[in-house]
């Protein structure tokens, strides 16, 4: 399967992402990423008003981002690697440990939370409005609670288990290697989340990247919810549940991802949210069996953790097996 390779540039992509995780202003894959896109919408709005065409641009940008981006980071390692081959490692590490946010992930909710520490509601909730899309101004303690337990679940099979499973599919292939796939993910992921609105004037230009970012999560989000499930030790539970509630959700995986998280931690998340003033209501999630704390956050943060380690863990311990078994039977013949 894998080689040693592989397994410590994973191992140390997340020490480094545990460690310095995204600093502020240092260049970063998906800003890259951002701007191209950013770049292409403004281009196809100003010239493209047809439907059609703008369907068509939508499957071109998705497509060519996604490929571009694992094409480009398997030659900026081969680029490396022709330099020096422990440049090509640390420059490996470094690609894959931008693809990893669990860092990031946990910053942004202990931002929000240092600031409701205070007591200081106002500047939690303008803080808090640098995460979510929804409308933060008038929004409760127990709402903001609720804003970053759901940022903080739908994330982390966004931007923390799928990349990891990619990169992992990307090792146990061939000439491949971890940064490509997670690449490829992150790029869909970023176009989902800036042009795959249902609202307009992303409607045309973003369907296809939503679609795109549905299917590529799909898998990682159903392993996601099964190593929580096991986490918690009542899988047929935390399954049904999901069965139950994540369904109704229109998205085929932030509800997934959601509702075991809530499931876990016997909270309800869901509920009516302002977008721009207007009200929408979200499915509800899980059962009301505890109010949404701060510790509440926490303890999805660490289930994150907790399910990073484990799929890092069997990856790493897949290698040594697969080491180990050909030398037992070698021995064993003998």
């Given at each position: ?55 068509c641009a939508g499957i071109l940008l998705g497509i060519t981002l996604v490929i571009g981006s694992a ?244 990856a790493i311990a897949s290698t040594f097996f697969d080491h180990q078994l050909p030398l037992a039977f ?5």
């Amino acid at each position: 399967m894998m080689t040693n390779q592989p397994q410590t540039i994973l191992f140390l992509a997340a020490v480094l992402d545990y460690l310095i995780g995204d600093p502020w202003g240092w260049p970063h894959p998906v800003r890259v990423m951002g701007w191209i896109i950013s770049q292409f919408s403004k281009f196809t709005f100003k010239y493209c008003k047809n439907k059609v065409v703008l369907r068509c641009a939508g499957i071109l940008l998705g497509i060519t981002l996604v490929i571009g981006s694992a094409i480009a980071g398997w030659l900026i390692v081969q680029a490396a690697n022709c330099v020096h081959p422990l440049l090509g490692i640390t420059v490996e590490i470094i690609l894959l440990a931008s693809c990893f946010a669990g860092r990031s992930l946990r910053a942004a909710a202990e931002d929000v939370l240092n600031h409701d520490n205070t007591g200081d509601i106002v500047a939690a909730r303008t803080k808090l409005s640098q995460y979510v899309g929804r409308d933060t101004e008038n929004l409760s303690q127990s709402e903001i609670y609720r804003a970053v337990l759901e940022t903080v679940t739908e994330n982390a099979t966004d931007a923390v288990m799928a990349p990891l499973f990619y990169s992992l599919v990307g090792a146990a292939i061939p000439g491949v290697g971890c940064v490509p796939l997670a690449l490829a993910y992150k790029a869909a992921s970023t176009l989902d989340s800036m042009v795959g609105y249902r609202e307009a004037p992303y409607t045309d230009l973003g369907w296809f990247s939503a679609k795109q970012d549905d299917i590529f999560t799909w898998v990682p989000c159903r392993l996601t919810v099964i190593t929580l499930a096991l986490l918690a030790r009542k899988p047929l539970h935390i399954w049904s549940m999901c069965q139950r509630d994540a369904i109704k959700d229109p998205s085929p995986n932030s509800g997934w991802s959601e509702c075991a998280y809530a499931a876990v931690l016997g909270v309800q998340v869901g509920g009516i949210n302002y977008y721009r003033g207007v009200a929408k209501h979200k499915p509800l999630l899980g059962d009301d069996l505890h109010p949404i704390t701060k510790e509440t956050i926490l303890q999805a943060l660490q289930l994150t953790r907790y399910a990073f380690l484990i799929w890092l863990g069997l990856a790493i311990a897949s290698t040594f097996f697969d080491h180990q078994l050909p030398l037992a039977f070698v021995h064993l013949s003998f």
